[in-house]
């Protein structure tokens, strides 16, 4: 899976580059991500192409979460289409990550972490 | 045209039309080339055509008049065959059999051709798809929710006088009626396992892991209302698995287990569980149930939200009605939704759930009440044993307070039964979350206050009330009669194909000598028509000129047809060895299926075939006594064997039938009833007058009374008449059973060893002797005919428009839109 990585400021942001996210390329997710929470502290990931997610792409994202979380970091998730953000909610995950509409604004909001830490 | 650039049917020409264009651009043949079942299809879907346009007129009114909608939920619609009852509806009956005569083919032919939809074992199913008849009439906002089985009820053959299933694949040849609608399609996670986390505030938050995915797709058949000015739906899911293949797998390389998957997960809609009673720990029952739940449930927030923001106007809104326990989850799975998705407080969401419920009883014995192991159903929906059990820790709470030091009852109302394993009570779970709970009769609505449920009654009685059940008089008279609904409709109008009650108009035809005579004469023909299915069915010759005793449903210990076969072979007896003739020539008809686990009444089936061959072939009876068993009954079969009876057995134990529907079906086709103090037979007796029905047998206070202090011995009876005796002693023989020794005596033992649970002895000379009146009576032909014309006309109750009236106003407030 070839992830598209931009970068804003320390934030970096993957764009998610499939539209079906289950057991057949999940593992793949986890393994061509890993570099980037090798790397980063603060990551974003866009998934405006992600029309289905199952189980096992859930758990892919929770992954990321708590590998960046376990260092300090943190995973911020935007661009969800509605019947993808109807799963989250379905199996109650859409309370564990933060998520936005844009990149814009989930790279806004790391920044607006730092500087209420920084008040 | 119409504004749907639909051609409306005004006349024969445009449904000729209509039709000849269905068969050559939907069907893509030519005229010559159509089979019969391509001519139902292209009546159906011009039918359809029709329907389709009031649909969404009905739509239409629906979304500007934003009225409160009534969801019912029901694991069974036994809908039958549609063409009929569809052009009945639609009020263009005679315009399509006129266009079909000029195109050469026969209506009614055709409308027998169709294959029933036999989504539902019995009395339960059929209600409902009697329901979604008056909903749409009474042109009230009304839905039903059930599940698209690919197979419904088993096809019932018999070979040497035993039971053969046979699978009925209704769907094989597709259906015209069903409206696939993919864009739709829910998703339903299923399995899996809670983990216990905290979200990003640090509050508990118990999220849904490694569940599986089920895809449920509807299918929308129409339903008319009469007039035709309000379509409704009945919305059926079938399941799918959530991709062709589970891709892990086939890339793993296993083909085949990827395919089994695909096949489990679809197997949920595969077949409808024949069962009459509960089904017992068996989880694909569990999944169907959670599926018809989880879909419905998805459906009606989409809908609900499709227009409105606030969950605040949710129960001003929705009213959902579960029909016996099966979809009880909705209340779980309804604050699920509201809880996890819709991020509701816990309190906010129950006040809603309760409001938006209401659940309907049908049984009558607390042993006969659902549940569910808490092992299967934590394994297959963890999150709402989860739900459960925070509901039941709750309302233990309120009892706790209410009934303080009283751990009893505690233990009994609690949604968890302290079993090893513990098992789930589906209707506790069920009665905590409605706002309404109805029995559907009068008797059964007391016996659940009193006998069923009594510390729930106790701690709300004000949301307990009756609903005594009704049939839909456009199926049952209008298109099962027609004869009788053309004489009806030439002397008293046509109002009572809406307003049932006007065939009280009726009662001073009913010793009018001509009516009579042409009520008679309408009679005799459905007798002629039905002989002619007997003799085809069962080689059995029916003479049209006696009396014909039907007993046509579901065989079950408790509705006694031993009890009917008992009274037959005391005939038989009384006329071989009595040398006694009958009063009166009769005709015993017997249908119904047996479920297939169910070995006394696999066994009764092949009692009456036994009893049927011996008396038929015996010349001493074969004046007096003939006994047929119909095979397969079915909703089609029904239409033309209740039209055709003269007195109907409604003889269940006191205090086990419900309800019963089959008892105001008979009546209406002017029939007698012959039958105990039980369900909505003691309504028809208040309706009819005591005159015009035949009632025998104890009371549910006097079985309750023999139960309770143990004071029944069949033995007394046995030895205290001889008669009874001689009727006991033929099953010990061998009478019955001369090439198959003993086949029956287990009847014996049953009877008089094990204490006779339904009390056919206690009941048996009742019986017999009201049976020498019924016998009497129809030899008075006048007086007989007068009767049978007082119970069509005081009958008017039973329809199901004055049941969902009823169920409209005091439980789901929607109105007529």
């Not at chain 2, 929710?145 to 769907?171: A, C, H, S, T, V």
């Not at chain 2, 092992?375 to 307070?401: M, T």
Request: hydrophobic share 40%; glycine share 6%; aromatic share 10%.
């Amino acid at each position: 899976m070839v992830i598209a990585v931009d970068k804003m400021g320390d934030v970096a942001i993957a764009e998610l580059p499939v539209e079906e996210l289950d057991a057949s390329n999940a593992g793949e997710l986890k393994r061509d991500i890993a570099p980037l929470l090798e790397a980063h502290t603060k990551l974003v990931i866009d998934l405006r192409r992600l029309r289905f997610v199952d189980s096992s792409g859930l758990g892919a994202f929770i992954s990321c979460l708590r590998k960046l979380n376990a260092k300090g970091g943190d995973l911020k998730l935007c661009g969800m289409q509605k019947p993808v953000r109807a799963v989250f909610e379905l199996v109650r995950m859409h309370r564990i990550f933060d998520i936005y509409a844009t990149r814009e604004e989930a790279v806004r909001a790391f920044q607006g972490e730092k500087n209420a830490g920084v008040e | 045209m119409n504004h749907y650039g639909n051609p409306t049917i005004d006349s024969v020409s445009d449904a000729q039309d209509s039709i000849c264009r269905h068969a050559k651009y939907s069907l893509g043949k030519a005229w010559r080339d159509l089979s019969s079942r391509d001519l139902f299809t292209a009546v159906a879907l011009s039918v359809r055509d029709q329907m389709v346009d009031r649909f969404l007129e009905t739509q239409e009114r629906y979304q500007q008049e934003d009225p409160k909608r009534l969801y019912y939920l029901s694991i069974e619609f036994l809908i039958g065959q549609s063409l009929g009852s569809n052009l009945h509806n639609l009020r263009v009956r005679e315009l399509y059999r006129q266009a079909l005569c000029n195109l050469g083919a026969d209506l009614k032919t055709i409308e027998e051709s169709e294959t029933d939809a036999a989504l539902g074992n019995g009395g339960l199913g059929r209600l409902a798809a009697c329901f979604l008849d008056s909903l749409a009439t009474l042109e009230m906002p009304g839905y039903g929710y059930g599940i698209n089985y690919e197979y419904g009820l088993f096809k019932q053959e018999i070979d040497n006088g035993y039971q053969r299933e046979k699978p009925d694949n209704w769907l094989a040849q597709g259906t015209p009626w069903e409206i696939a609608r993919p864009d739709e399609a829910c998703l339903v996670p299923i399995y899996g396992r809670i983990e216990h986390g905290v979200d990003r505030k640090g509050v508990y938050n118990p999220m849904w892991m490694d569940w599986k995915v089920l895809i449920g797709i509807p299918y929308d058949m129409l339903i008319p209302g009469y007039g035709g000015r309000t379509v409704t739906f009945l919305r059926l899911y079938s399941a799918r698995a959530s991709r062709d293949f589970d891709m892990q797998i086939f890339n793993d390389g296993d083909y085949f287990k990827a395919v089994e998957q695909k096949i489990s997960s679809e197997t949920i809609s595969k077949v409808l569980y024949p069962a009459d009673a509960v089904v017992a720990g068996q989880e694909l029952r569990l999944v169907q149930e959670y599926f018809l739940v989880a879909c419905a449930v998805r459906d009606i927030v989409r809908r609900f939200q499709q227009t409105h923001g606030s969950f605040r106007e949710f129960a001003a809104k929705v009213a959902i009605q579960l029909n016996d326990t099966h979809p009880a989850l909705t209340v779980a799975e309804l604050m699920r939704t509201l809880v996890d998705e819709k991020d509701l407080p816990w309190e906010e969401a129950w006040e809603i759930t309760q409001a938006s419920l209401g659940y309907t009883n049908h049984t009558l014995v607390p042993e006969a009440l659902e549940k569910w192991p808490v092992p299967l159903l934590e394994a297959v929906l963890p999150r709402h044993l989860q739900i459960i059990h925070e509901i039941n820790r709750r309302f233990l709470e309120q009892v706790a307070v209410a009934y303080p030091e009283d751990r009893e009852r505690l233990k009994r109302v609690s949604l968890i039964e302290e079993t090893a394993p513990k098992q789930v009570r589906m209707a506790n779970l069920a009665i905590v979350g409605s706002h309404s709970i109805n029995g559907v009769s009068a008797i059964h609505t007391g016996l659940i206050e009193t006998s069923l449920v009594p510390d729930f009654y106790q701690l709300w009685p004000e949301r307990f009330n009756n609903k005594t059940n009704g049939i839909t008089q456009r199926r049952w008279l209008l298109q099962a009669n027609p004869a009788l609904a053309d004489l009806i409709r030439t002397t008293i109008g046509d109002g009572w194909i809406t307003d049932l009650p006007r065939l009280r108009a009726l009662e001073k035809w009913a010793t009018n000598a001509d009516f009579q005579t042409e009520f008679r004469r309408i009679k005799r023909s459905n007798k002629e028509r039905l002989a002619k299915v007997i003799r085809e069915t069962s080689q059995v010759k029916a003479d049209p000129d006696s009396l014909f005793d039907m007993q046509v449903k579901r065989i079950h210990a408790y509705k006694r047809q031993l009890l009917n076969v008992m009274h037959i072979i005391h005939e038989y007896l009384s006329l071989i060895e009595d040398n006694r003739q009958p009063a009166v020539p009769r005709t015993y008809v017997f249908a119904g299926k047996a479920a297939p686990g169910y070995w006394w009444a696999k066994q009764i089936i092949k009692l009456i075939h036994n009893v049927a061959r011996v008396i038929n072939n015996d010349s001493r009876a074969s004046d007096w006594i003939k006994v047929a068993f119909i095979p397969d009954y079915r909703v089609s079969l029904a239409e033309n064997i209740i039209p055709a009876a003269d007195l109907s057995e409604q003889i269940s134990t006191a205090g086990k039938e419900a309800s019963g529907t089959s008892n105001m079906k008979f009546a209406l086709n002017g029939a007698l009833t012959i039958g105990t103090l039980d369900g909505a037979n003691i309504e028809i007796l208040e309706e009819v007058g005591e005159e015009n029905i035949f009632i025998f047998g104890l009371r549910v206070d006097e079985v309750q009374a023999l139960r309770e202090k143990r004071l029944y011995r069949p033995y007394d009876e046995y030895h205290r008449n001889p008669l009874v005796k001689r009727v006991v002693e033929a099953f010990r023989s061998n009478l019955f059973c001369p090439r198959e020794p003993d086949l029956f005596a287990w009847i014996y033992q049953n009877i008089l060893d094990e204490n006779d649970e339904h009390f056919h002895l206690a009941d048996l000379c009742a019986y017999l002797e009201t049976q020498e009146k019924t016998a009497e009576t129809f030899n008075n032909t006048v007086a007989w005919t007068t009767k049978a014309i007082l119970n069509m006309a005081r009958i008017g109750k039973f329809s199901s428009d004055r049941t969902v009236a009823e169920y409209a106003r005091a439980i789901w407030n929607i109105k007529k839109v």
